[in-house]
């Protein structure tokens, strides 16, 4: 097939881009605001170089690793991203197939088009849940249990939504549930009809975590931001981490955290885990890229919490970067959701591949044969070579 063709992530974004409508395409692509953030995320990689030491013998090397009590075959994971029936008939399913043939966590966002249950039940890997704190605590809880019962083995709280990003691009190309129908909408439809094709024939749209879905809400364009400020509750605190911690009893992930301080707080309320992130850049603009956070808390909490970088990882050389500052891995978000739209499950392990190949590859030329030999020693910060 012309998945074939695709070489590296930048292939699979294009490929991805010829395949959606624009819409979809450019909610999953955009950023807030300036979109700075997004820019930075893949940016900030380039102000670090690698330094190989020559003559170790790597004609094996080992990518896996252990993290939040997991085995991965690779040194990254699936971010959770909602709606993946926007960019894929065979949306939640295709992602978490491709994850477990390739030995990696797979993510459910609250915000899916597929339930907690189904892929509870389609999945045997390890999987973990992305939860919100809703206003409705009760619901709240529900959540917690229903992971808990379908098998789910880490649970990530997502905080840097208290309220919806401003995604400009949602508003210029009528993104919304559902999507607005407008003459330049409409013609992307049409002449990316395969898409619109397999949205008729099988229209089973809908946010099947969230029962509750005022459908009065959901009429206009911005459906889903008026959603995320009414029924998210933006009083949340620590007390309240402490208290959704306190529900489980595995793994327990902050994600959307950048700051020494937050992480300090997090270690406090029993956190095992921060995803260091600025949620690819669309929430907050200028918020810093996460690359760049990953020393400084290292340094503050020592090896009480694993650190995952997630944001603007696009090379394996990215994640090798990352683990040299101090991540524990990574996590993607745009790098599959490009490859479930260029090719379903195999577009995600497509993903999954080249990333694994650049990762290995670079290990071996860096003379790292496993990633506990990737260190600081192999980093060059802004050209200053020790
Ligand atoms: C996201 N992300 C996200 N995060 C989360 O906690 N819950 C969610 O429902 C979503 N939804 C979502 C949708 C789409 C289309 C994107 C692109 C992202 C953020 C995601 O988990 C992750 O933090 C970023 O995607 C990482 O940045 P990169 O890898 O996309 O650069």
Redesign the pocket.
């Known amino acids: 097939s012309s998945l074939n063709r695709c070489f590296n992530i930048n292939d699979l974004k294009k490929k991805a881009k010829r395949k959606l409508p624009a819409t979809m395409y450019h909610?999953?692509a955009g950023g807030a605001d300036d979109e700075w953030s997004l820019r930075r995320?893949s940016s900030a990689f380039d102000d670090y170089q690698l330094m190989p030491n020559q003559l170790n013998d790597v004609s094996k090397v080992n990518i896996s690793t252990k993290v939040l009590g997991c085995d991965l075959k690779m040194p990254f994971f699936l971010?959770?991203?909602?709606?993946s029936r926007l960019f894929h008939h065979d949306k939640e399913f295709a992602v978490a197939k491709a994850a477990e043939k390739m030995g990696t966590l797979y993510s459910l966002?609250?915000?899916a088009t597929t339930s907690i249950e189904d892929i509870g039940s389609t999945i045997d890997s390890d999987k973990m849940f992305?939860i919100y704190i809703f206003k409705n605590r009760e619901l709240t809880k529900e959540y917690v249990k229903r992971a808990k019962s379908a098998g789910y083995k880490a649970l990530?709280l997502?905080v840097d939504?208290a309220i919806a990003g401003n995604r400009e691009r949602d508003h210029y190309y009528g993104m919304g549930i559902p999507p607005k129908l407008t003459m330049k909408s409409m013609l992307s439809y049409m002449t990316h009809w395969q898409w619109a094709f397999n949205l008729l024939r099988n229209s089973d749209f809908k946010l099947a975590n969230i029962s509750h879905w005022d459908t009065s809400l959901s009429k206009g364009t911005m459906g889903l931001i008026q959603y995320v400020n009414s029924q998210f509750d933006a009083s949340v605190t620590w007390d309240d981490v402490a208290w959704l911690c306190e529900q489980w009893d595995g793994p327990f992930v902050l994600?959307?955290s950048q700051s020494v301080l937050d992480a300090k707080k997090a270690v406090e309320v029993g956190c095992s885990a921060m995803?260091v992130?600025n949620?690819?850049g669309?929430q907050l603009d200028f918020a810093p890229a996460p690359i760049d956070c990953i020393a400084p808390i290292r340094d503050a909490i020592g090896d009480s919490l694993e650190l995952i970088v997630?944001?603007?990882?696009r090379r394996g050389s990215d994640v090798v970067k990352a683990l040299a500052l101090g991540a524990n891995a990574c996590?993607?978000?745009?790098?599959y959701?490009y490859g479930l739209a260029a090719g379903g499950q195999k577009g995600v392990e497509k993903t999954i591949n080249i990333l694994s190949s650049e990762i290995e590859r670079t290990m071996a030329l860096l003379g790292c044969k496993s990633v506990d030999e990737i260190n600081s020693e192999h980093l060059i910060i802004n050209n200053h070579i020790k």
């Open positions: 909610y999953m995320n971010a959770p991203t909602g709606m966002s609250t915000m992305q990530c997502t939504t994600k959307g995803m992130s949620h690819g669309r997630d944001g603007g990882i996590s993607i978000g745009r790098p959701l």
